[in-house]
């Protein structure tokens, strides 16, 4: 990181507002913040949500945890510390696009309630929705799209979360979705459901 003299930065205002972004595009911008074990569906649930979201005509992006890894943050390591950072990227960048009008949605297991709220700290108030995708670790495991968990159990990866590294599960998410026995299709209509309750998909 270069060296700087924070003095010398100064936040530089825009013209045109979030709420007129937001006005525009007819709908209150916000992150849908999934969160979850590897495996719990969180991927899967995001993009059939920004899908129907589309259908819809409302204006969204969604980060993707891999996605951003082979980008933005490939520089990271799995480390606690680059972890923390990975997490705290993520917060900026979808911190801009709320501010741009949009309803972001993120898929990351991000296991830490710490840097979880960091990131609802960024936001104003009602902007940060928790999406807690619970999929009991057996499941994941069974499912294991990657082949991660087994690698993980053999020792090839270490940190693993659900493994050899925690998952803080969310005690009060905005949403709690228990996918064990729920399709992709009744989870989505769950999230909708709520953002159509809260008045986020008018403005």
């Not at 999934?34 to 991927?43: E, Q």
């Not at 994941?140 to 990657?146: F, G, L, T, V, W």
Request: glycine share 6%.
């Amino acid at each position: 990181m270069l060296d700087r003299e924070d003095e010398n930065i100064v936040w530089h205002e825009h013209h045109v507002s979030k709420s007129e972004r937001a006005k525009l595009k007819q709908q209150r911008p916000c992150v849908l913040w999934f969160t979850g074990l590897s495996g719990s569906g969180k991927s899967t649930i995001a993009n059939e949500v920004e899908r129907r979201l589309h259908q819809r005509g409302k204006h969204t992006y969604l980060l993707d945890g891999d996605n951003v890894r082979l980008g933005l943050n490939s520089d990271l390591s799995f480390s606690d510390a680059d972890r923390v950072e990975n997490i705290r990227r993520i917060g900026e960048v979808s911190k801009l696009f709320v501010d741009a009008g949009l309803i972001v949605l993120t898929a990351f297991i991000s296991p830490f309630k710490e840097d979880r709220n960091r990131v609802r700290e960024m936001m104003q108030e009602g902007e940060f929705i928790e999406i807690f995708i619970d999929t009991p670790l057996r499941v994941c495991e069974r499912r294991d799209p990657k082949g991660l968990y087994k690698k993980a159990r053999k020792g090839e990866i270490a940190e693993f979360t659900g493994v050899s590294s925690p998952y803080e599960a969310p005690q009060e998410a905005e949403l709690h979705i228990q996918t064990e026995n729920m399709s992709v299709s009744t989870a989505a209509k769950s999230v909708l459901e709520y953002l159509e309750k809260k008045g986020y998909l008018r403005c």
